[in-house]
């Protein structure tokens, strides 16, 4: 096969630096692997190892700092048949430490070249998350605080399936890429390399000190058994092709008259835990069921199973407006907690207006009327009080109808459940 | 008629199939995590792709690779995400990745109160990236806008290859409500534009006649180049300031010179008004209330809602407000928008009204802003 390198762009790094061979040698392994420009894309990020994509003759894509593995996730997966080679130097390495540990994890068939060289070097050779705490850069003193990483052990707690280091001068580094490149799944290749124009000014590191130094390291050992599992965008489409469709939203036809054709608004206090907003969706339904109109407007604290739970609902015949209450007609009071949060509403209402009281929740006085309900007495669980109150509300022909209560529990729920639900509105009876 | 009930962020995911897209990456954060699970439920089944990212960075940064890809993309999240964003955003802008973007407002500042609701992010979205450089901005009213949009955001999108906001807020995206889906507004689906047929492919050359390069997915036959950096039409770096400068301008004009034919908007012009009330988003709504009560009252007001925010149509805002003699702006931050309108009309008498503690501004407050002028 051709090179892949680009003709009209030849290598222009700084004499004697170690990219040049890894450009040389990533030449090679696609050559080796037989992959023309449009099976490959490079993606890379900013700084030196940022100029590989421009080097090579295929699909590229040229990002911001640390995030090149990003993109490749896109791209992969929109493209699964295409090759994508990412390179990220030791900076972009610290500045993306989130997306390295994420590909790790996901194992998503990339291969990823860190072009190690110990520094930021298009920068001033500032010190990065490689940087030995003993080398002189241009961070002045602060290197010598932090504890530089090893990519590899941490791709290896981190899930990756295939980890190798090499060094740039090494005799097989086309090999060491092509065997990363061909293995189907998130391969890292942590490739150690000198920094001439920045780094090596300082600090001494030779093709021999490499060698030393890797020779010294645990050895990595490319596959690596205990992390090997299926290809994520493999495994996505296999989970994906097993899911049925979504359902289309369901139409619900009008069927019945509303108690009255008229606005009205329904606020219920409540506490976590109760279902408000599953009631206050069931009243909804009920409303269409009608031919009415119907919003629903929730509020709760974020922390779900604590704190006030409040739907605001309004039904009308009419399109639906401002979503908010400031003067109810029905108020169902079923916790202290929603209660306390709405109080003012209390003296908004009129006598015309109903508070379904649930007993043991205090109410502020008003003129409405309040029937009050001992759920606890009829053995209702606190979960089933505001289901239980829209029973109240239907059998008192308020807002909406039993015969409307029961078929928005038909659209909401089935089987089993459905009989549940169905019994507990029936045995309110009040 | 039969009705169905939904939120609005369940109607952007219905919307963004309905315009094609095949994938989304989405980073859980209230009030748009359910968006996500939307998209989670309609996606993957339909054959295309739905990510959870590490974090807001990767999820933006996927949906490129994925638009670079060929596909039709959407993130979504809230302002805290789209600070995020923002460097992504900006590589979106300066090299014309097309991508829907999803903002739930919720209050702010910083992590704010995520479940309540705000349109705080309105100029944010505009100058919320590096260069400056114009963006789209669409702001739904109700669930019906949301679906119908969310359909034009993708086509403006794939059209200008441009970043297109959909500002939405909590209580738009997770207030339900009842929706004749028959009668939803299905624009017509555009998509990205391939270059001329015989020439040689340069990823950044703008044929002529048009004003956006032709698209070609990475991944197809013919070899394409990518890039964040300052670049000429060949996709490669480039200093040749005539080039950057005439790029810049172009990255500009394609968006502002177009922007007549995207002002979405709904105007209620009252020929015996002496206000006119400009309002967006969810304020719409109350504002639509007190439009129609004066109306009944025969004390009418005029009333502009401006579905498109960014580019500012600036010819619509100055023709409804061309008769009357003050101009009420009500929002739900600290006057966001109102200095535009301001910057719009000079001459006329604009006062703002708005909140900024999680509560919806009232029909009632609206009237006594009216009343009081």
């Given amino acids: 096969m051709d090179s892949l390198l680009n003709k009209s762009r030849p290598p222009a790094y700084c004499p004697g630096c170690a990219y040049d061979r890894v450009t040389v040698g990533l030449d090679q392994a696609f050559q080796h692997l037989k992959l023309s420009g449009n099976q490959v894309a490079m993606v890379s990020d900013i700084g030196c190892s940022g100029l590989f994509d421009t080097f090579f003759h295929t699909h590229a894509l040229h990002g911001l700092h640390g995030r090149a593995l990003t993109y490749a996730t896109g791209l992969k997966m929109a493209r699964p048949e295409l090759k994508v080679v990412v390179t990220m130097g030791d900076g972009g390495l610290g500045i993306g430490g989130a997306h390295f540990l994420s590909a790790c994890r996901r194992n998503l068939d990339l291969t990823l070249l860190i072009l190690n060289n110990f520094n930021f070097g298009m920068t001033g050779g500032q010190f990065s998350s490689t940087t030995p705490s003993g080398a002189r850069v241009g961070s002045g003193f602060l290197n010598q605080l932090e504890k530089p990483i090893d990519p590899c052990t941490v791709a290896l707690s981190a899930g990756a399936p295939y980890v190798r280091r090499c060094s740039s001068y090494g005799r097989d580094l086309a090999e060491e890429i092509a065997a990363a490149i061909a293995y189907e799944g998130f391969s890292v290749v942590d490739i150690w390399g000198a920094c001439t124009g920045r780094y090596t000014r300082k600090n001494r590191l030779t093709p021999a000190t490499i060698e030393e130094n890797l020779a010294g390291l645990p050895p990595m050992p490319g596959k690596v058994n205990e992390n090997a599992r299926k290809e994520f965008g493999r495994h996505y489409r296999e989970l994906a092709a097993a899911l049925k469709p979504a359902a289309p939203p369901e139409a619900i036809e009008a069927q019945f008259e509303p108690p009255a054709p008229a606005r009205r608004e329904v606020v219920i206090l409540g506490g976590a835990g109760q279902r408000v907003v599953t009631a206050g969706e069931i009243l909804c339904l009920a409303g269409l069921t009608a031919g009415l109109n119907a919003t629903q407007k929730n509020e709760y604290n974020i922390t779900v199973l604590r704190g006030p739970s409040i739907s605001e609902l309004i039904l009308s015949p009419e399109s639906i407006g401002f979503t908010g209450i400031e003067e109810p007609d029905v108020i169902l009071a079923l916790g202290p907690e929603g209660v306390a949060r709405r109080g003012y509403l209390f003296d908004r209402l009129n006598k015309e207006s109903c508070v379904i009281q649930a007993a043991g929740v205090d109410i502020p006085g008003s003129r409405a009327t309040v029937h009050p309900i001992d759920f606890k007495a009829r053995k209702i669980k606190a979960q089933d009080w505001a289901l239980a109150g829209l029973a109240v509300l239907a059998g008192l022909n308020q807002v909406i109808t039993m015969d409307m209560l029961h078929a928005a529990l038909a659209h909401r729920f089935k089987g089993p459940l459905l009989a549940q639900v169905l019994e507990l509105v029936d045995s309110v009876n009040i | ?373």
């Fill in chain 2, 1 to 373: 008629m039969a009705l169905s009930f939904m939120e609005g962020n369940e109607a952007v995911a219905r919307g963004a199939i309905a315009a094609g897209c095949r994938f989304f990456a989405g980073y859980p954060i209230t009030p748009a995590s359910t968006l996500f699970s939307a998209m989670l439920e309609l996606l993957p089944p339909a054959g295309g792709i739905c990510l959870q990212g590490e974090d807001e960075i990767a999820s933006i940064g996927q949906c490129l690779g994925a638009a670079m890809g060929g596909m039709k993309v959407m993130t979504a999240t809230s302002g805290p995400g789209i600070s995020l964003y923002s460097e992504q955003i900006s590589f979106a802008v300066g090299s014309e990745i097309p991508i829907v973007i999803v903002d739930v407002q919720r209050l702010g500042p910083s992590t704010g109160s995520a479940t309540r609701g705000a349109d705080g992010d309105i100029q944010f979205l505009r100058w919320g990236s590096s260069g400056g450089l114009p963006v789209i901005v669409l702001a739904p009213v109700n669930v019906a806008d949301c679906f119908s949009l969310t359909i034009h955001a993708f086509n403006l999108a794939e059209q200008y290859r441009c970043p297109v906001f959909l500002a939405s807020n909590k209580e738009i995206g997770m207030t339900r409500e009842s929706v004749d889906l028959s009668a939803l507004e299905t624009p017509e689906i555009i998509g990205r534009a391939a270059p001329p047929p015989d020439e040689p492919f340069r990823p950044f050359h703008v044929a002529e006649g048009r004003t956006v390069p032709g698209f070609l997915p990475m991944g197809g036959d013919v070899i394409v180049r990518q890039t964040s950096s300052t670049h000429g039409p060949d996709g490669y770096i480039t200093t040749n300031k005539e080039e950057i400068a005439g790029n810049i301008k172009r990255l500009e004009q394609k968006v502002l010179s177009a922007a007549d034919q995207f002002a979405f908007y709904e105007s209620r012009i009252e020929k015996d008004a002496d206000s006119l009330i400009i309002a967006y988003g969810v304020t719409a709504r109350a504002a639509e209330v007190v439009y129609d009560e004066l109306k009944r009252a025969a004390k009418p007001v005029s009333l502009l809602v401006l579905k498109t925010l960014w580019p500012v149509p600036e010819a619509v805002v100055r023709s409804a407000a061309e008769k009357v003699k003050r101009v009420v702006v009500v929002e739900m931050n600290l006057g966001l928008y109102a200095r535009e309108i301001r910057r719009i009309l000079p001459d006329r008498r604009v006062d703002f009204f708005g909140r900024m503690d999680g509560d919806l501004i009232s029909p009632r407050k609206i009237r006594e802003v009216i009343a009081h002028g």
